[in-house]
């Protein structure tokens, strides 16, 4: 026979265990639908879109146009790094035909760079933050770009 | 006769520059390069159809008599933009006082309708400090335009105009409509988007008006 003080505490272990698991549950679920908070730097905020590149992501004649439209200015019209803007700059814009480097990072890193500007990795406040400017899409293209330019992908 | 010599006034009236369409802006043929307003095809020199929100009519004045560099790599829609910094960058025709003048006074018409003046108070040190950090880092403006540092040198990118003289060569107005809505001016730009709160961009505002070419050291 088991004193009364024992099952109340046999029973509240249960209920516990139980309200527990469901919890877990619960915390799943919400990660996976709750939206990333916004990214707020000193003076600007953007929202995080979605990290994930919607499949399949094409390089297209227009996002060559859009590389040589923007990102040519600092990396140069064939990526080396060595756009008009370049001597200027206190750090050297990325060379993005050089893939010792490039396939250390992810394509999510390249993401968030691209869109969030250079600080957002930890990398240089010379790289604006173009999210204001290019839609998410057009992002994942250029990511996909870039890793055509250094004919690697992330280790 | 006194009917002709009325018909002869009312003739030379209608047809002298400061009534009739034939400006001096025409005569000089100034849309071979620049757009006259917004519905024309892109020029390789830059729109004038807002140039009396833009610039200050002093500057422009004195532009058109003595032209200086703004863009080292040339403007956006040059074919060679990008290929290298313009050894002999094409200047622009040079205006005797009187046509400078004339056609400053031409341009400063040229206005979009409905541009929200906005008053800005000048800023503090602390705030100008403030800013020339976010200039460099936040927002990183400085990797495409030239702009003073703490030497009171040039420093900056050359992809987009250079701002070292941007305080006597702007409207603070049109600065701050820039920041806030460029495609009111242009829908081809090489500049991100900021989608700055009101107080920034006021602040970045007010700080590249203290841009001046008399603090070059």
């Known amino acids: 026979m088991i004193k009364p003080s024992l099952k109340f505490i046999f029973n509240y272990g249960i209920l516990m265990l139980v309200i527990g698991v469901s919890g877990c549950g619960e915390k799943k679920t919400e990660k996976n639908i709750t939206p990333k908070p916004p990214l707020k730097t000193e003076s600007q905020t953007l929202e995080l879109g979605e990290e994930v590149a919607p499949e399949p992501v094409v390089v297209t004649a227009k996002t060559r146009e859009t590389y040589q439209w923007y990102c040519a200015q600092c990396h140069g019209i064939k990526g080396k790094g060595d756009g008009i803007n370049a001597k200027f700059l206190t750090v050297p814009p990325r060379n993005h035909t050089k893939a010792e480097y490039l396939e250390t990072r992810t394509d999510e890193q390249f993401f968030k760079a691209i869109k969030f500007g250079g600080l957002s990795v930890g990398r240089a406040p010379c790289m604006p933050a173009w999210g204001n400017t290019l839609k998410d899409s057009t992002i994942h293209e250029l990511v996909r770009y870039i890793r055509e330019l250094c004919q690697c992908e992330a280790l | ?217």
């Open chain 2, 1 to 217: 006769m006194k009917k002709f010599y009325h018909l002869l006034i009312i003739g030379w009236v209608l047809y002298s520059p400061k009534f009739s369409h034939a400006s001096l802006i025409e005569e000089k043929n100034c849309s071979a390069c620049h757009r006259l307003s917004k519905v024309e095809k892109e020029k390789k020199g830059p729109d004038l159809f807002y140039a009396g929100n833009k610039y200050q009519d002093t500057w422009l004045e004195e532009y058109l008599q003595n032209p200086v560099t703004l863009r080292k790599a040339g403007t956006i829609n040059n074919p060679d933009f990008l290929k290298r910094e313009l050894q002999n960058p094409q200047q622009h025709p040079i205006l005797n006082k009187n046509d400078a003048l004339n056609i400053t006074q031409e341009l400063m018409l040229m206005t979009l309708p409905g541009l929200p003046e906005e008053k800005i108070n000048p800023l503090t040190k602390g705030q100008i400090a403030k800013t020339k950090y976010e200039f460099e880092r936040t927002f990183s403006c400085i990797s495409c335009h030239q702009s003073l540092n703490l030497a009171g040198k040039p420093r900056g990118g050359i992809s987009g105009p250079s701002l070292v003289n941007a305080g006597n060569r702007l409207k603070e107005s049109w600065v701050a409509n820039w920041l806030k809505n460029p495609k009111i001016f242009s829908n081809k730009s090489r500049m991100p988007v900021y989608k700055m709160n009101n107080e920034t961009r006021l602040r970045f505002t007010k700080f590249i008006m203290t841009l001046k070419k008399e603090n070059l050291r």
